[in-house]
Nanobody, 122 residues
Framework: QAQLVESGGGMVQPGGSLTLSCAAS????????IGWFRQAPGKEREGVSCISSRDGSTDYADSVKGRFTIAKDNARNTAYLQMNSLKPEDTAVYYC???????????????WGQGAQVTVSS
């Protein structure tokens, strides 16, 4: 069964770091762009970052630029989101998803993970 599974979420103090992993099984990530999204309680799902499968180019939401780094390891069939200098407003459920071409449009993503909770609090 083709699926994405996120891991690495948790609780961290402001200024701390976490790395989320997105492991694919049942299919290969080689030919997919990977997006990370997040959804806070009472808010819409928003795009955080995306990485292209063709040239490795990346894009970030303004709110996370300079603090988050997206990566993809085709050999491990896994994508990552390194999150540094975390702020309370980063608290959300984080999702990875696959798409043919990076976009912030949620509807363009055809496969989603189950989500990982990230809580930033002192």
């Amino acid at each position: 069964q083709a699926q994405l599974v996120e891991s690495g979420g948790g609780m961290v103090q402001p200024g701390g770091s976490l790395t989320l992993s997105c492991a694919a099984s049942g299919f290969t990530l080689d030919y997919y762009d990977i997006g990370w999204f997040r959804q806070a309680p009472g808010k819409e799902r928003e795009g955080v970052s995306c990485i292209s499968s063709r040239d490795g180019s990346t894009d970030y939401a303004d709110s996370v630029k300079g603090r988050f780094t997206i990566a993809k390891d085709n050999a491990r069939n896994t994508a990552y989101l390194q999150m540094n200098s975390l702020k309370p407003e980063d608290t959300a459920v984080y999702y990875c998803a696959t798409t043919p071409v990076c976009t912030w449009y949620v509807g363009a993503y055809n496969r989603w993970g189950q989500g990982a909770q990230v809580t930033v609090s002192s």
